[in-house]
Nanobody
Framework: QVQLVESGGGLVQTGASLRLNCAAS????????MGWFRQAPGKEREFVAA????????YYADSVKARFTISRDNFKNIVYLQMNSLNPEDTAVYYCAARPLSGPSKVDDYAYWGQGTQVTVSS
């Protein structure tokens, strides 16, 4: 059974940093592309960042480029999202997603999804 469990969300002020974690199990993590998406209230889910299994290919949404960093530990089966300089527009539920045996994608065609973790940035 595949499980993706996000953690690290919370309530922070503008300018703060957070690191989200996504622990994966039940899938070939070291051969899976991983992605982060987010959904704000009343809006559609949107792409944030994605990384190939090797880390050689990384994509970011323009809105987070230079502020967010995706990384992974293939020994611990964890993917991270370091978020710096947070602003209220980053408020959303953040989801981790996996594409086993595939490359990273900017669209939500991932096979597996976590339950999400809430990030709230106050002004």
């Amino acid at each position: 059974q595949v499980q993706l469990v996000e953690s690290g969300g919370g309530l922070v002020q503008t300018g703060a940093s957070l690191r989200l974690n996504c622990a994966a199990s039940g899938l070939p993590f070291s051969r899976s592309a991983m992605g982060w998406f987010r959904q704000a209230p009343g809006k559609e889910r949107e792409f944030v960042a994605a990384m190939s299994w090797s880390g050689g290919t990384i994509y970011y949404a323009d809105s987070v480029k230079a502020r967010f960093t995706i990384s992974r530990d293939n020994f611990k089966n964890i993917v991270y999202l370091q978020m710096n300089s947070l602003n209220p527009e980053d408020t959303a539920v953040y989801y981790c997603a996996a594409r086993p045996l595939s490359g990273p994608s900017k669209v939500d065609d991932y096979a597996y999804w976590g339950q999400g973790t809430q990030v709230t940035v106050s002004s």
